[in-house]
T-cell receptor
Framework: DQQVKQNSPSLSVQEGRISILNCDYTNSMFDYFLWYKKYPAEGPTFLISISSIKDKNEDGRFTVFLNKSAKHLSLHIVPSQPGDSAVYFCAALSGTYKYIFGTGTRLKVLA | DTGVSQNPRHKITKRGQNVTFRCDPISEHNRLYWYRQTLGQGPEFLTYFQNEAQLEKSRLLSDRFSAERPKGSFSTLEIQRTEQGDSAMYLC?????????????FGEGSRLTVL
């Protein structure tokens, strides 16, 4: 059973525009969420996180929004840059140490 | 470079052979994880160590899989009698509990191809 879902396998966005990546989860006990970025032949790298006590967290061009009632989070990248082209994974923390990842969304930023 | 190091980066083996992967976490990180990633999927949790203790092992990890972390430093993941379904990227990650920010630091992964 997929507890963390990313229903869009791919997304294309024009450079300078906003990229919105979505993630849904099923377990209301999850209380910490993260976004990771992955380039080919590299391991995932941490991007941004959010605690369930917040509904928004910003870091430069990246903002994560959390809607607990809908069990939904989204990552906004604005403005999008070609270097942002990568696979993005959302992850939820289950308990104190176990991270559960979604299936990923491949973002392509067109120059 | 003081990041998470994994070796070998790529292993090609024949079905039925044994393989072993090594992970060197970031120095002083007491938490160590193994994940597996197949094409089109996200990383799937395999096992977790806190220091030298293996605290959780996923049901994805059959009896052919064994992981160790002697002395709470590096870790090895061994797969015995490999099967074609074992072909995947094996990712190691580490974190430090005492300064927990929720961030896992991943290595570059070890890709296994079973022929």
């Amino acid at each position: 059973d997929q507890q963390v879902k990313q229903n869009s396998p791919s997304l294309s966005v024009q450079e300078g525009r906003i990229s919105i990546l979505n993630c849904d989860y099923t377990n209301s006990m999850f209380d910490y969420f993260l976004w990771y970025k992955k380039y080919p032949a590299e391991g995932p790298t941490f991007l941004i996180s959010i605690s369930s006590i917040k509904d928004k967290n910003e870091d430069g061009r990246f903002t994560v929004f959390l809607n607990k009632s809908a069990k939904h989070l989204s990552l906004h990248i604005v403005p999008s840059q070609p270097g942002d082209s990568a696979v993005y994974f959302c992850a939820a923390l289950s308990g104190t140490y176990k991270y559960i990842f979604g299936t990923g969304t491949r973002l392509k930023v067109l120059a | 470079d003081t990041g998470v190091s994994q070796n070998p980066r790529h292993k090609i083996t024949k079905r039925g052979q044994n393989v072993t992967f090594r992970c060197d976490p970031i120095s002083e990180h007491n938490r160590l994880y193994w994940y597996r990633q197949t094409l089109g999927q996200g990383p799937e949790f395999l096992t977790y160590f806190q220091n030298e203790a293996q605290l959780e092992k996923s049901r994805l990890l059959s009896d052919r899989f064994s992981a160790e972390r002697p002395k709470g430093s590096f870790s090895t993941l061994e797969i015995q009698r490999t099967e074609q379904g074992d072909s995947a990227m094996y990712l190691c990650a580490s974190s430090l509990e005492t300064r927990w920010t929720g961030e896992l630091f991943f290595g570059e992964g070890s890709r296994l191809t079973v022929l």
